[in-house]
């Protein structure tokens, strides 16, 4: 196993990291730029000097651009959570629940074709992509309880009947239900969403933790 002596932060037309590592032998040095390894002397390792300054130069460049390309600060978040409050509506069909629309808070409803992935994804409509094991939304609506492989690499679907999804929406502690005019369905839920920060944010925080102590 090679040992890390040091890495330096890099810029050639963009940053990048430069490890250099002892041999497991012990018998010499490489340089190592995250795809390909290259011998040198040992008077060619940096010093601890040469180290911190490329550290420091990548800092003040953190600061100036409020970008982090190495990903060096990991105390700044890129993301964060929120909650999402749902609706959906569903009815009985031949091929047991199928969902009618959904709404997220008190937004206008909208067709089933439209929904978010980790929504379809809790209420069990989403499939399998034919030939892959992609996960897509059953834009059709229909609720699957599972899917089978067939010999020519396509899924065949089963669905869940209607008197199971209600079994399955009961023990579920984190949904409500009623039944509304017809007999349809309607479904409440709350979901925890990851959210992209604004560039702003993020360059702000980025200088505030880069400022020079």
């Not at 497991?24 to 190592?32: E, N």
């Not at 094991?133 to 089978?148: T, W």
Request: proline content about 3%; glycine content about 6%.
């Amino acid at each position: 196993m090679f040992n890390e002596v040091t890495t330096l932060a890099v810029f050639n037309g963009q940053w990048n990291k430069e490890s250099y590592l002892l041999k497991p032998d012990g018998s010499g040095y490489t340089l190592f730029d995250g795809e390909d390894h290259e011998d040198v002397e040992e008077t060619d390792v940096p010093t601890l000097h040469e180290h911190e300054d490329s550290w420091d130069t990548y800092r003040q460049y953190v600061h100036e651009h409020g970008i982090d390309p190495l990903g060096e600060y990991f105390g700044v978040r890129h993301t964060y959570k929120r909650k999402a409050h749902y609706e959906v509506r569903l009815r009985n069909s031949i091929c047991g629940p199928r969902v009618i629309k959904w709404r997220r808070g008190r937004a206008p409803w909208k067709e089933a074709s439209s929904m978010p992935l980790d929504l379809a994804r809790y209420i069990c409509m989403t499939r399998y992509r034919d030939v892959s094991c992609e996960e897509i939304l059953n834009k059709a609506g229909y609720v699957v309880e599972s899917q089978d492989r067939r010999d020519d690499g396509s899924w065949s679907n089963n669905y869940f009947r209607w008197e199971e999804y209600i079994d399955l929406l009961k023990v579920d502690e984190d949904v409500t239900y009623h039944f509304g005019r017809h007999g349809r369905l309607v479904i409440a839920l709350t979901l925890l969403e990851t959210v992209d920060r604004t560039p702003d944010a993020i360059a702000r925080d980025l200088r505030r933790v880069t400022r020079f102590r």
